[in-house]
């Protein structure tokens, strides 16, 4: 270029190429040969080393007549000039030992003869919680399916514990059930490590979906039950994302509070709080939520900037308010930041404003990004916080577990908003259901946000 006094190279990809040797690391490894290239594969404390050829996924051959040969203080495994392949070498100290051996109990989810217009997926070690709560909505004439997780491994693939096979379920018992399918409740946590790489234990009780979005991959329950592929889930799904059977019951009998006609009554207010206009107007956009709701109901806004917001804020949590909903920038923990509202509020943490409405719950609307990030195994997101706190906090939080933008957030926020004040729709899951189908494209939001919380859940007598 004409003048020009320097150069800025770009480039799509890097590739680096390097040598190695076939070192065996905990006395196995997993290499691959060069094709008519001897191969020497070493570094194991015995000679009692077997290898498998792992080419083809799924059909491992064990390879025999193996020359293994003494060098040193260790073995190797001197493998003659071949095809190229991929092995699995072990030797008898390095063989993976099964967690447990569990006979399976034979199951018949795939049958049509099923009345589940209500389905609750669980962990076994959930089941008795699951029955209670599926007793509950059977007493409001309710049919409702408890299903194990581990049968819908069983049944739709081969015991592969996969989040597809959730989806494969869904799609059967909705296309072959008497009764088919209209709300689901995932009923225990999620994680992004399945396999415990990160060795919390198993934390992966009942898998999400992870879903490629603009920003980043997330986890996604809207996409287990997206039938068709169009971004939309064909039933009105919710999680309780909990790993023990004390949760699980502390959220049923948040539910059952919740259901009462002063609880579901809006007069209780509703609160709308709102960032700075840090890239978009969070105070416009509150005040276009609140003037969907009736104009009976109270309204307090809350700037994020006003002095003590953060105490204003809480008290009016505790004041038992309806419902409250921000708008603006946020963290998994956070909105915004510590200093005007989030974890701190529910955690004890000594001179944070602590939120304490007890049985009078609230319905929270999180018009943000991360706080309903669950599938963290090193902490809680801040809507699962709120779903576990003992001393009041929510019933039901709807909340991102991505990054998206607020103008699409908006377009589902208003619809949500003016069906909840119509009132001719009583149960969450459908408000939600409905307020996604109403994005024109937004695939991101429609995914990526997720009810914790039961989507039977009547928010309205």
Known sequence: MTGATGSFPLFDSLEIGFKRRFNAYQNRSTYYTLANRRAVIGNFSTGNVRMFDVTIDGEPKQVTNLNVVNNGSTFAINFPAHRARIYHAVEDSGIEQVDQIIPNAPSTLSTPGRNGQFVIITWGGFAAQAEAWANYRRGQGMPVEVVDIADVYDEFNFGMSTSRSITDFLKYARNNWQTPPQYVLLLGDASYDPKDYLSFGNENLVPTKFVNTVYLETGSDEALADLNNDGLAEMAVGRIPVKTGAQVTQALNKTIAFETPANQNMSRGAIFAFDEPNGYDFEAMSYALAAELPASVPKLFVNRLTPNSN???????????????????????????????????????????????????????????????????????????????????????????????????????????????????????????????????????????????????????
């Open 311 to 461: 105490q204003i804020l809480v008290n009016d949590i505790n004041f038992g308010r309806y419902l409250a909903n921000y708008s603006g920038h946020g963290t998994t923990g956070n909105w915004y930041g510590s200093s005007f509202f989030g974890q701190n509020n529910f955690l004890g943490v000594a001179g944070v404003p602590q939120v304490a409405n007890g049985n009078n719950l609230t319905i929270f609307t999180m018009l943000t990004c991360l706080n309903g990030y669950f599938m963290n195994p090193y902490f809680d997101s801040l809507s699962e916080i709120m779903q576990k706190h003992n001393n009041g906090g929510s019933v039901a939080n709807w909340s991102s577990t991505g990054l998206t933008t607020p103008d699409v957030q908006l377009v589902m926020g208003l619809r949500f908003f003016n069906q909840l004040s119509a009132g001719n729709m009583t149960r969450i899951g459908d408000l939600i259901k409905d307020a996604k189908g109403a994005i024109p494209g937004g695939s991101d939001v429609r995914l990526s946000w997720a009810l914790i919380g039961d989507p039977t859940l009547k928010v309205r007598p």
